[in-house]
């Protein structure tokens, strides 16, 4: 569900497309741009943290080596799967298949007397 321009109109998604191309870009580059400001953040937490807690500015640092490519392979991630969508084909029902009688069935089905007689009371 999106806002359009201004407008308090809300516009609903109802088909299974993907989102566009643009709002693809524009999703990357965020997450590239944060990813890359934690870098930036961690190297001058490195810098200012020194001489003070060496084993944590030896971990901002390795942060701050290791992140661009982390962000590199997110940014450049393809783009997400379409969601699955009904299928178009209709399937068409099967018929009930007449298969003949079991063997069994014939000599239950018939009492003992003429064929073609009612069995009942006479």
């Known amino acids: 569900m999106r806002k359009q321009h201004g407008d308090d109109v809300q516009v609903f998604r109802i088909t ?24 930036t953040l961690s190297v001058i937490l490195a810098v200012c943290l020194w001489n003070v807690e060496r084993y944590v500015a030896v971990v901002a640092l390795v942060l701050g080596a290791v992140l661009p490519y982390i962000a590199v392979v997110i940014a450049n991630a393809g783009r997400e799967r379409p969601p699955s969508l009904p ?10 298949m007449i298969t003949p009688p079991e063997p069994g069935e014939d000599e239950q089905a018939e009492p003992s007397g003429m064929p073609g007689e009612r069995p009942g009371p006479v």
């Open 16 to 39: 299974g497309a993907r989102t566009g191309l643009a709002e693809d870009v524009r999703g990357r580059q965020r997450r590239y741009v944060i990813s890359m400001s934690i870098r």
């Open 87 to 96: 299928s178009t084909f209709v399937t068409v029902p099967l018929r009930p």
